[in-house]
T-cell receptor, first 113, second 114 residues
Framework: GQQVMQIPQYQHVQEGEDFTTYCNSS?????IQWYKQRPGGHPVFLIQ?????EVKKQKRLTFQFGEAKKNSSLHITATQTTDVGTYFC?????????????FGQGTTLQVKP | EAQVTQNPRYLITVTGKKLTVTCSQN?????MSWYRQDPGLGLRQIYY???????DKGDVPEGYKVSRKEKRNFPLILESPSPNQTSLYFC?????????????FGPGTRLTVL
């Protein structure tokens, strides 16, 4: 079945350093969604990418969707302590018509002040 | 306030004692789903429902049941809980079953099965 792998699993950075997490799917995705979960909280939607090669920015966050629609990345420039949390990517299988949503394992970001 | 609510938020139980975790949304969403979150495994979908009376298995449905008799409610039932079902559970909803709708997550239910 469809699998979504996310790396790295953990990342510790010094405040001000950049951070990137990568998401790779075994199958072509209809879209990719990114969520952020603060410690002790629930996942909250950040953004969605739909088109092949799409790039979107939210302030210091840059999201990319691969040309083949099988991979995506989230890049944070100049991390801040408020960026701490776990970042999940998720997507629906583009080759099937199910409502099954597959998430990656998540990347947990720690930021040292 | 638009939200997804779950009850209880915390539950400690024993093996074999049937339990139900309730989930309710007030956004008139068609699509609802349950996930479990375990360290290193991320969010794994248990069951989802595209609309009332329509439910389908996600990736890890074994040991769970769901029902969708009303649009707003989507309870998760563990008929005979076992320790390997100790986890953090999230209910989520979205406007429809379209892949392009964002998921709204509930606050989570931390379940411990002894």
């Amino acid at each position: 079945g469809q699998q979504v792998m996310q790396i790295p699993q953990y990342q510790h950075v010094q405040e001000g350093e950049d951070f990137t997490t990568y998401c790779n799917s075994s199958t072509t995705l209809s879209n990719i969604q990114w969520y952020k979960q603060r410690p002790g909280g629930h996942p909250v939607f950040l953004i969605q990418l739909v088109k092949s090669g799409e790039v979107k920015k939210q302030k210091r966050l840059t999201f990319q969707f691969g040309e083949a629609k099988k991979n995506s990345s989230l890049h944070i420039t100049a991390t801040q302590t408020t960026d701490v949390g776990t970042y999940f990517c998720g997507g629906f299988d583009g080759s099937s018509n199910t409502g099954k949503l597959i998430f990656g394992q998540g990347t947990t970001l720690q930021v040292k002040p | 306030e638009a939200q997804v609510t779950q009850n209880p938020r915390y539950l400690i139980t024993v093996t074999g004692k049937k339990l139900t975790v309730t989930c309710s949304q007030n956004m008139n969403h068609e699509y609802m789903s349950w996930y479990r979150q375990d360290p290193g495994l991320g969010l794994r979908q248990i069951y989802y429902s595209m609309n009332v009376e329509v439910t389908d298995k996600g990736d890890v449905p074994e040991g769970y049941k769901v029902s969708r008799k009303e649009k707003r409610n989507f309870p998760l039932i563990l008929e005979s809980p076992s320790p390997n079902q100790t986890s953090l559970y999230f209910c989520a909803s979205s406007l429809s079953g379209s892949p392009y709708n964002e998921q709204f997550f509930g606050p989570g239910t931390r379940l411990t099965v002894l």
